[in-house]
């Protein structure tokens, strides 16, 4: 028993781990000078989004393209502008947002 609550400790921190490191490559790349995680500020809160695009499989692919070469309409006649990340990069940014809950 203490071996199964031992490996769920680690997962977790794992996990956690996992999520800073975006959150970090989303800071880095400026995505939260116009999104949060929780509230609106010029793009949608990224829980929003999140919620939107739940179960959605073609979602990923849908918004890492969107992610780098922009868009609008979707959440609002604001557009969000072409970013300088790599292919990975909004591909990791992307499993991010959509792991919110």
Request: aromatic share 4%.
């Amino acid at each position: 028993m203490k071996a199964i609550y031992v490996a769920m400790i680690a997962a977790g921190v794992v996990l956690a781990g996992q999520a800073q490191a975006d959150e970090a490559l989303a800071k880095a790349k400026n995505c939260m000078a116009c999104h949060q995680l929780e509230k609106k500020v010029v793009g949608p809160a990224y829980k929003e989004v999140a919620a939107k695009y739940k179960g959605d499989a073609k979602a990923p692919a849908m918004l890492a393209g969107k992610v780098k070469t922009g868009g609008k309409g979707v959440w609002g006649q604001v557009p969000m502008p072409p970013n300088n990340v790599t292919e990975a990069e909004a591909n990791k940014l992307v499993a991010w947002i959509l792991a919110l809950k």
